[in-house]
């Protein structure tokens, strides 16, 4: 049996983080009138975090979630509260190991699944101790 170990708090402060927001939205297909004003602030955490005790930041190390969209370096916001299920994206603890893969519930067992044709997926091993730390809800994909 493996030590389960999660994610550590780096910073158990929080901050209210607010941005300009641009008053309409902005083609990502042809391009429209350019507006050159902005018209009030966005609360990040509003929008991107439901519940702020169990809200996590996690960045990302490998590639095996790319098909998701999930690159190297980039950041997801997890939440520990939310119901993991069959397709959700999670940060799971295998035997002690720490890794970010689609939860895949199926009738012959639990998969942990890369979202990139490169990585195989994990069949979790009966005898295995599986732990889902949380559920990513967002991903901060830099460009």
Not at 62 to 91: C, F, T
Request: proline share 7%; glycine share 10%; charged share 20%.
């Amino acid at each position: 049996m493996g030590v389960i170990v999660g994610p550590r708090v780096v910073d158990a402060g929080f901050s209210l983080m607010s941005v300009l927001l641009a008053p309409i939205p902005v083609a990502a297909g042809y391009p429209s009138p350019a507006q050159d004003y902005f018209d009030g602030r966005i609360d990040l955490n509003e929008h991107l975090i439901k519940d702020v005790t169990s809200t996590f930041v996690v960045r990302v190390t490998g590639q095996s979630m790319e098909g998701a969209g999930i690159s190297d370096g980039d950041e997801l916001i997890v939440n520990r509260a939310l119901e993991p299920k069959d397709g959700s994206v999670v940060v799971a603890v295998l035997d002690g190991e720490l890794t970010i893969k689609r939860l895949r519930v199926t009738p012959s067992g639990v998969v942990l699944q890369a979202d990139n044709p490169k990585y195989p997926d994990i069949r979790v091993p009966a005898m295995s101790e599986l732990t889902i730390w949380g559920v990513a809800t967002t991903c901060l994909h830099h460009i």
